[in-house]
């Protein structure tokens, strides 16, 4: 599957996956906890901030932000035409700051670091008989397919544009459809043959 995950060393790539993921988690219960528009400006042009202080890295990210910003355009119209522009504002700037501080998360941070830190806050639950090695995967399994969206989403767009000189909009998505499905079943068979050769190893 293709990845976020930029090569590129930016600053953000030597704070460790576990502090990354506690900053992103405590910033997505404050967003909305909190309801005054002038604190959420505060905080989505300090997430603004980190995130076009990675530099170069975000550069090819272009698309992915541009569709960012249609959604919250999105957002805003709607709640204008319902004649509630506070909430409007509420809402676009908890979007912007929770999805550029989630990108950049992915940016720079490696699908092996996130498992791991995932194993290690649901290592508890095995008391429950439960098995957190399971929970992890599915949660980074969750993430990297949402990755794996944006990234099949990007070179669609790109090659419809490069074609038509337009953005593909609702016409590619059929396609997306089906290479998330068809990665899907790819991912589910590979699972499937990998525990099957575990058990028979036990």
């Not at 576990?18 to 002038?38: E, I, M, R, S, T």
């Not at 912007?96 to 490696?110: N, V």
């Not at 949660?139 to 990007?154: C, G, I, K, P, S």
Request: charged share 15%.
């Amino acid at each position: 599957m293709g990845s976020l995950y930029s090569e590129q060393h930016t600053w953000l790539h030597g704070v460790s996956a576990a502090f990354k993921l506690l900053c992103l988690a405590v910033l997505g219960v404050g967003l909305y906890g909190v309801a005054q528009w002038p604190v959420l400006l505060a905080v989505a042009v300090l997430c603004a901030g980190v995130f076009a202080s990675l530099g170069r890295a975000v550069l090819r990210l272009k698309p992915l932000v541009f569709g960012l910003l249609v959604a919250c355009g999105l957002l805003a119209g709607f709640h204008g035409l319902m004649h509630q522009p506070l909430l409007a504002a509420v809402t676009v700037l908890r979007l912007l700051s929770a999805t550029l501080m989630g990108i950049a998360l992915t940016l720079t941070t490696r699908h092996t670091d996130l498992l791991h830190v995932f194993e290690q806050v649901l290592s508890p639950l095995r008391w429950l008989g439960m098995h957190p090695e399971r929970l992890a995967l599915q949660l980074a399994l969750m993430l990297r397919f949402t990755e794996h969206f944006f990234v099949v989403w990007r070179r669609l767009d790109d090659a419809y544009r490069l074609r038509t000189g337009k953005s593909g909009g609702f016409k590619i998505l059929a396609p997306l459809t089906i290479q998330m499905l068809v990665t899907a079943r790819r991912v589910a068979d590979t699972l499937h043959l990998r525990l099957r050769r575990s058990r028979s190893d036990l």
